[in-house]
C-alpha cells in the first residue's frame, strides 16, 4: 500500500507563497485520487478542511471555497509526486496540512500522511 509523506511546511509571512509536496512511498499513487487537507489550530482531526483534489483518471482538480484562486494543485506521475502551490498565504492558513490518497477502484481504502506544519504570520 502507498504511504503519502508530505514535505515543504514551515514559517513565513502574510502574502508569501509556499509549495507543498507529497511524495508517493512504499507504493504508488497510481489510480489514486491525491487530495490536500488541513487541520486548522484546535481543530479535530475528524473536521479536516479539504484543501483540494486531483483525480488519477484525468487529473480535473477542484477546490475549497477558502483557498480558490490562491492554491493550485498539481501532479507529477514521473515523480509520484502531487503538489500543492500555495500563493498569497494568509495567518487563517495556518495549519497542518495532509495528504491522501485514495484508491479509484475501492474508494474505502485511503492513506493518510503524516502532515506538514504551515505557520503564517501577520
Known amino acids: 500500500q502507498v504511504q503519502p509523506v508530505e514535505s515543504g511546511g514551515g514559517l513565513l509571512q502574510a502574502g508569501g507563497s509556499l509549495r507543498l509536496s507529497c511524495a508517493a512511498s512504499?507504493?504508488?499513487?497510481?489510480?489514486?485520487?491525491v487530495t490536500w487537507f488541513r487541520q486548522l489550530p484546535g481543530q479535530q482531526d475528524h473536521n479536516r478542511e479539504w484543501v483540494a483534489t486531483i483525480t488519477w483518471t484525468d487529473g480535473t482538480t477542484a477546490y475549497g471555497d477558502s483557498v480558490k484562486g490562491r492554491f493550485t494543485i498539481s501532479r507529477d506521475d514521473a515523480k509520484d509526486t502531487v503538489y500543492l502551490q500555495m500563493n498569497n498565504l494568509t495567518p487563517e492558513d495556518t495549519a497542518v496540512y495532509y495528504c491522501?490518497?485514495?484508491?479509484?477502484?475501492?474508494?474505502?481504502?485511503?492513506?493518510w500522511g503524516q502532515g506538514t506544519r504551515v505557520t503564517v504570520s501577520s
Open positions: 491522501r490518497a485514495r484508491k479509484i477502484d475501492r474508494p474505502i481504502d485511503y492513506y
Open positions: 512504499g507504493g504508488t499513487f497510481s489510480r489514486h485520487d
